[in-house]
């Protein structure tokens, strides 16, 4: 069963750029996918384009059963539950702890404090962070800072983790680190889709891979077949 | 109880909003006071007004003096006269006679007794009268001068023109207020718009990560609402303090009444609450209006 659909997925801006052309792909549930490509080939336009930030011109996208393109704006958020989205700079509160910032998520939706602490040092043990819960942005590393922001997109349980370069700040060692930490997350049976420009990593993981150029998928290689190309 | 929670946390959110973007915020707050003040003094004012007015016109009394040496016939013929005037009280035409005001006026003092005393018809000074009511106090004015024309009727007085004097000023008062209150709400508004907008500004990401993880429009616009509520509310606290105090104090002061006997204050009690509760649903209504308008102008969700 797919859990994306998405079908003849056409997007234009409104300044007339044609970032994605006919696209269709399909995820399952529980896989781990990379989208990779030149800059400016459309991929965060498509990830965007999942959590409903962008709205698809023409096509269809189908999101655990939820027809993205349709959904009216103040029905966003049944969607976006569903979602966990992680990004190259972490988009943390700076005066909020590490612990704060991941209870945030729980705390918007009204969920009792009780169940947000166990939800949260639950989380941040996943992610390695459970003697870090009482630091500041400030006080933590950069791959610090995106393990919280990681734990934040996970801790309501989303079926989906979407990461926009989650690498993109970090050095190679770091970099490796938060892939652990989202294999991990992955093994617990969330789908992971990751854009990433990092070649070392893409081949290290041995996911399947999706190659985007100008707007269309040039070669969707299954798991374990991307070796020695180059972009 | 999950809305509760969310209810909770929203209040909170907006409070502390408040507090964080101190300066603006009471910039906003004093600007609701201010114009709530006004509002108080002229919604006073006017509800003052209306009721004395109101007692003014079932009480005032044209007294028309006659000439001294009058006959019975003459007194008849003024009567007459009268009544065909257009803005009389028909059956409120009364005739006193100067014997009749001589004794009261012996009643009332020891000294105007042994002065009076002698007083027969021939020799009186008094002159007798009619006391004349009027149906509208607006025209009080030229129905005086009318009287006046008529043949044997001497003086004409109406409380000197005072009580009229002082109903077209207050009333003037309170038309010029309406303009102004009008013109600081909206200054207010704007200023109460421009404070949630600023809100909105510094917590861009907050708003963000909460569209993100999924909480509801709704959720994410409430604070904003709130906190507009909040800036009302604030802002209505010294105008309500003023109105209580402020009011009962003038009340005592001047005793229930201003001038004469029959321009009453209107009492303070329950008056002034109602008067409070007035000023919190108008600071709510515009801190409210203010920042829905921010929020929809600038919290595109
Ligand atoms: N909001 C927008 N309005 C107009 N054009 C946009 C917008 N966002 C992206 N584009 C354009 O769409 C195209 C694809 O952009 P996108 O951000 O999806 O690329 P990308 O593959 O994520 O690039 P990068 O690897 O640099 O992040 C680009 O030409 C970009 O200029
Ligand atoms: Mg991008």
Do not use: W
């Not at chain 2, 006391?131 to 025209?139: E, G």
């Amino acid at each position: 069963m797919d859990l994306i659909r998405i079908r003849n997925v056409r997007k234009t801006y409104k300044t007339g750029t044609t970032a994605i052309y006919d696209l269709n792909l399909n995820i399952s549930k529980g896989e781990f996918i990379f989208i990779i490509g030149s800059t400016g080939c459309g991929k965060s336009t498509l990830i965007k384009m999942l959590y409903r930030e962008e709205k698809p011109t023409n096509g269809k996208i189908l999101v655990g059963g939820l027809d993205v393109g349709k959904i009216r704006n103040r029905k966003v958020y049944k969607l976006r539950r569903k979602i966990g989205v992680v990004f190259q700079n972490y988009q943390l509160l700076p005066n909020s702890t590490a612990y704060e910032n991941v209870a945030f998520a729980l705390e918007v939706l009204g969920i009792p404090k009780d169940e947000i602490h166990s939800k949260v040092l639950k989380v941040l043990d996943l992610v390695g962070l459970k003697n870090k819960a009482k630091q500041y942005p400030n006080q933590l590393s950069g791959g610090e800072q995106q393990r919280v922001a990681i734990a934040r997109a996970i801790v309501n349980g989303p079926k989906i983790l979407i990461c926009d370069e989650p690498t993109g700040n970090l050095d190679p060692k770091t970099s490796l680190e938060i892939m652990e930490v989202l294999q991990a997350i992955n093994d617990l049976g969330t789908t992971v889709i990751m854009v990433t420009h990092d070649i070392s990593i893409v081949k290290k993981m041995k996911k399947r891979v999706v190659l985007l150029d100008s707007g269309r998928i040039v070669k969707d290689y299954k798991e374990g077949e991307y070796k020695n190309e180059s972009i | 109880m999950k809305a509760f929670r969310i209810f909770k946390r929203n209040l909170r959110d907006s409070l502390k909003s408040i507090f964080r973007n101190f300066s603006l915020s009471l910039a906003s707050i004093s600007c609701i006071t201010i114009t709530l003040i006004v509002v108080a003094v002229s919604i006073i004012l006017s509800l003052n007004v209306n009721n004395f007015t109101k007692i003014v016109e079932k009480d005032v009394t044209i007294v028309a003096f006659l000439d001294v040496d009058i006959n019975e016939d003459e007194i008849d013929e003024v009567y007459d006269q009268i009544i065909t005037l257009d803005n009389i009280e028909k059956k409120n035409v009364v005739f006193k006679d100067k014997m009749e005001i001589t004794k009261d006026m012996m009643a009332s003092s020891s000294e105007l007794r042994s002065v009076m005393e002698d007083y027969t018809r021939e020799n009186s000074p008094i002159q007798d009268t009619y006391q004349i009511k009027v149906t509208d106090i607006n025209l009080i004015h030229k129905t005086a001068e009318e009287l006046n024309n008529i043949e044997h009727i001497d003086v004409v007085k109406y409380g000197e023109g005072m009580v009229e004097q002082l109903v077209t000023v207050f009333d003037t008062i309170r038309k010029g207020t309406v303009g102004i209150v009008i013109a600081l709400i909206i200054v207010t508004a704007f200023l109460i718009a421009n404070t949630i907008k600023i809100t909105i500004m510094s917590r861009k990401r907050e708003i963000e990560i909460m569209r993100l993880v999924g909480a509801s429009n709704i959720n994410i616009k409430l604070p904003f609402i709130f906190e507009g509520l909040f800036l009302g509310i604030f802002g209505s606290i010294i105008p309500i303090i003023i109105t209580i105090y402020g009011y009962s104090a003038l009340y005592n002061h001047f005793d229930g009444k201003i001038f004469s006997d029959f321009i009453k204050l209107i009492a303070p009690t329950p008056f002034v609450y109602f008067i409070s509760i007035l000023l919190v649903a108008i600071g709510i209504i515009v801190g409210m209006f203010g920042s829905s308008r921010a929020v929809k102008k600038y919290l595109k969700i």
